[in-house]
């Protein structure tokens, strides 16, 4: 096992020196370019002061000047603070004033910022700083579900484990060639990037997946055979392509979705149009890295699970006071997990990290159970399952549901107050029709009522254009709860 992400690169680079490292658009370069030049950008980063443990915020884009800069970080034993690609100094003053960052990396140069043009190297090379693979990495910035910004702090070792579990669960090999389709100030894509240059695979950087045409030349002019994307994405592209999915994605050996479980509706079409490809679905948190992992085409008898805990990785399920519970559908608890890419903490929050991380275990807000296998079923974040009369309720259970109905393109469930006083709360659902339907309600109302009991039939249903989601494609129910409350409001 490799002490950092950069040591592996140094290895590769030695080894499989003519092996391309990353590619973007027209842009290439192997591991032994990539080898080479960190050190040079290293040594101009030195030449500013940077040194051991100062914070670089720097924006994360698809270019490899970004995938150079980031490393030549790691190289000097310095922390780096990745955002938005779009990001500008303004829209985070507030991340800059609690971080206090050495030095402030942008697209475009800005008052406090530098560019990334700024950054073409010494004209010396300086040798790899020595520091312990426990030492800080990274520090990513999540909101979660509270809206409150925390800096999730990584070590080298975290980061290490993380990428095998990447490895171990998604099956991949140094022969793949990925296509990553993701934000790279996020962990979904940050973690995987960090997969491919530790297996010593290939990485082909796309940003997002709105052009069809960009996506299906990358497959077939790099021999892509592993596809990395959310599955918001993927409806997307269901859609973009008049739900023929095979057609772009059929000559592919492998695809993986994470952020959110993947719904029923979705798995279903897979399994009929993309018949021999491999089809994983990963959980985790920036908190933790990806945990669990499910093969979609081996595991159709459990279509409602999100796998199970990959190797070197343990999960338990709590209550809130961390006691470990026997859990089922009805006595649901948190994912406790334990392993090496669990974070060190959060930034500056000692209450927050003592209170959700205790002796490496990482307990999550995310609720759920876990069946005699070993595999786990989600059941939502811990503000959003909805308590019904004393019952906890899945939304994710009456999406999955809905969405087997005609003419629903997405759908999302939040709980909200019983205004009658019978129950304390309700389910509300919110769907977005797909083009040329016009979905039924009475009828969608009665076709919930044969799958689910009938307090977690939603009374009200609401069609709006879009569900809204956030950064990287999770629902974001906030939204749609201020949406719900401002609607009471003008009634």
């Known amino acids: ?267 279903s079409v897979l399994s009929e149009q993309l018949d021999g490809v491999r089809l994983y679905n990963s959980y985790g948190a920036t908190e933790s890295a990806r945990s669990v992992y499910m093969r979609l085409d081996k595991n159709q008898d459990k279509p409602d699970a999100i796998g199970q805990a990959v190797k070197n990785v343990t999960i338990k399920i709590t209550d809130d006071s961390h006691r470990e519970i026997a859990s089922s559908r009805q006595n649901i608890g948190h994912l406790a997990i334990s392993g090496d890419m669990n974070m060190l903490g959060y930034y500056n929050e000692t209450e927050l990290t003592e209170r959700i991380l205790s002796n490496g275990v990482f307990y999550s807000e995310d609720l759920g159970y876990m069946d005699r296998d070993g595999f786990i079923y989600l059941s939502g974040r811990k503000n959003d399952v909805i308590n019904i009369g004393g019952e906890k309720v899945s939304p994710l259970e009456i999406e999955n549901t809905a969405l087997a109905f005609p003419g629903i393109r997405e759908c999302a469930c939040i709980g909200v107050s019983d205004t009658n006083g019978v129950l304390e709360n309700k389910p509300v659902l919110y769907i977005a029709e797909e083009m040329g339907y016009h979905v039924d309600i009475d009828g969608l109302k009665k076709y919930l009522k044969n799958y689910l009991e009938a307090f977690k039939v939603p009374d009200e249903i609401m069609i709006i254009d879009d569900i809204p989601k956030n950064q990287i494609g999770k629902i974001d129910r906030g939204i749609l709860n201020r949406l719900w409350n401002s609607r009471k409001m003008e009634g």
């Not at 999730?152 to 060639?177: C, F, K, P, Q, R």
Request: hydrophobic fraction near 40%; proline fraction near 4%.
């Open 1 to 267: 096992m490799f002490d950092s992400i950069v040591d592996a690169i140094i290895h590769h680079g030695k080894h499989i020196g003519e092996k391309p490292a990353i590619i973007i658009d027209d842009a290439v370069i192997t591991y032994g370019e990539l080898s080479r030049r960190i050190p040079y950008l290293a040594a101009q980063l030195s030449e500013q002061g940077i040194k051991y443990g100062d914070r670089i915020v720097l924006s994360a884009d698809h270019t490899i000047q970004f995938i150079e800069l980031y490393f030549a970080i790691h190289w000097l034993g310095a922390v780096n603070v990745p955002v938005e690609k779009k990001a500008a100094v303004k829209s985070q003053s507030q991340l800059i004033r609690t971080l206090s960052p050495q030095l402030v990396i942008l697209q475009n140069a800005e008052s406090g910022a530098e560019s990334y043009q700024t950054y073409t190297g010494a004209a010396y090379a300086v040798p790899k700083n020595r520091y312990p693979s426990d030492s800080l990495a990274d520090i990513l910035f999540t909101t979660g579900t509270t809206g409150t910004p925390k800096g999730v702090m990584l070590s080298h070792h975290n980061e290490t484990a993380g990428a095998l579990n990447v490895i171990n669960g998604g099956e991949m090999t140094a022969n793949d060639i990925n296509l990553l389709t993701m934000p790279l100030h996020h962990a979904f894509g940050l973690t995987t990037l960090r997969a491919v240059l530790y297996q010593g695979g290939t990485a082909v950087l796309q940003d997002g997946v709105v052009s069809l045409k960009k996506m299906d030349e990358n497959i077939r002019l790099h021999h892509c055979n592993a596809v990395y994307m959310v599955p918001a994405a993927l409806r997307v592209l269901y859609f973009h392509t008049r739900q023929r999915l095979d057609l772009l994605l059929g000559t592919v050996e492998k695809i993986e979705f994470c952020t959110a479980p993947l719904d029923r509706k979705m798995r």
